[in-house]
Nanobody
């Protein structure tokens, strides 16, 4: 099983980034996918979740209206479009696959929002 995140980096406040997570080694279309993040000194938090079919999405209040999660089951990939980024969005972002009690985590990608 592999979840490989990409697309992180340094961006100025107000800017945008698009994270991608390429999945392999499991039946991607059966799994709900989510993005979590962890900032230095803070607990890990759920940012966004998308159902296995993509029909349902949920977002943390802190990112509603700015972030959008999507998936392409034909490409085994989930995305997180992040707009109007703020310094408080700085964190390591993790891709997670979940089906019933089973979950897989990626290695994370760093997002830094700073001028």
């Amino acid at each position: 099983v592999q979840l490989v995140e990409s697309g992180g980096g340094l961006v100025q406040p107000g800017g945008s980034l698009r994270l991608s997570c390429a999945a392999s080694g499991f039946t991607f279309g059966r799994y709900a996918m989510s993005w979590h993040r962890q900032a230095p000194g803070k607990e890990r938090e759920l940012v966004a979740l998308i159902s296995s079919t993509g029909g349902t999405t949920n977002y943390a209040d802190s990112v509603k209206g700015r972030f959008r999660i999507s998936r392409d089951n034909a490409k085994n990939t989930v995305y997180l479009q992040m707009n109007y980024l703020k310094p408080e969005d700085t964190a390591v972002y993790y891709c997670v696959a979940q089906f019933l009690v089973q979950s897989f985590w990626g290695q994370g990608t760093q997002v830094t929002v700073s001028s």
